[in-house]
């Protein structure tokens, strides 16, 4: 019988990939990591603070949101785990990025917070489509990515349907 040891599965080698190719696809994991969790914590805020005609309904999507985001937070950072990597998944590394934007934390209008996890929605899928097309060499990163845009997709087409 063969055992493997903890050390020999940490340091096995990860595909073909040259290790400096690696650290780019960490990194932009890392990053879209971020914008997973901003979406995560940002449909939360949401769905805590939502009022008016469509409270029921988007209270409920927007948890169902919450949860989606975490899982693909959780995706992803595993991948950063499978590559070898670490994860930087927490509220300060979310903060310290300039590009996302602050969410509207005092908003209570139902419109303006479907409006606001929309787009966060509509942002992330963007984001991870411009990191799926530079991973043709790393497919499995790639199919990730395309799994969580499916996903970000179709909750970001399920908020337009509630401001239509």
């Given at each position: 019988m063969n055992v493997v040891t903890k050390t020999e599965i940490l340091t096995a080698p990860v595909g073909a990939l040259a290790a400096g190719r690696r650290a780019e696809i960490i990194a932009e994991l890392n990053t879209n990591l971020a914008?997973?969790?901003?979406?995560?914590?940002?449909?939360?805020?949401?769905?805590?603070?939502v009022h008016g005609p469509n409270f029921v309904g988007l209270h409920g999507l927007f948890d169902t949101i919450t949860f989606a985001a975490r899982d693909y937070a959780d995706l992803v950072a595993e991948r950063v785990l499978a590559l070898r990597g670490t994860a930087h998944g927490t509220i300060a590394d979310v903060a310290s990025m300039e590009e996302i934007r602050p969410f509207p934390t005092d908003e209570h209008g139902w419109e303006e917070l479907t409006r606001a996890v929309r787009d966060r929605l509509i942002t992330a899928a963007e984001r991870m489509r411009l990191s799926a097309t530079s991973t043709d060499d790393e497919q499995v990163t790639q199919d990730i990515y395309i799994e969580v845009i499916r996903g970000l997709e179709k909750w970001a087409w399920m908020l337009e349907a509630h401001l239509s």
């Amino acid at each position: 019988m063969n055992v493997v040891t903890k050390t020999e599965i940490l340091t096995a080698p990860v595909g073909a990939l040259a290790a400096g190719r690696r650290a780019e696809i960490i990194a932009e994991l890392n990053t879209n990591l971020a914008y997973l969790t901003d979406l995560h914590v940002s449909a939360k805020q949401a769905h805590w603070n939502v009022h008016g005609p469509n409270f029921v309904g988007l209270h409920g999507l927007f948890d169902t949101i919450t949860f989606a985001a975490r899982d693909y937070a959780d995706l992803v950072a595993e991948r950063v785990l499978a590559l070898r990597g670490t994860a930087h998944g927490t509220i300060a590394d979310v903060a310290s990025m300039e590009e996302i934007r602050p969410f509207p934390t005092d908003e209570h209008g139902w419109e303006e917070l479907t409006r606001a996890v929309r787009d966060r929605l509509i942002t992330a899928a963007e984001r991870m489509r411009l990191s799926a097309t530079s991973t043709d060499d790393e497919q499995v990163t790639q199919d990730i990515y395309i799994e969580v845009i499916r996903g970000l997709e179709k909750w970001a087409w399920m908020l337009e349907a509630h401001l239509s």
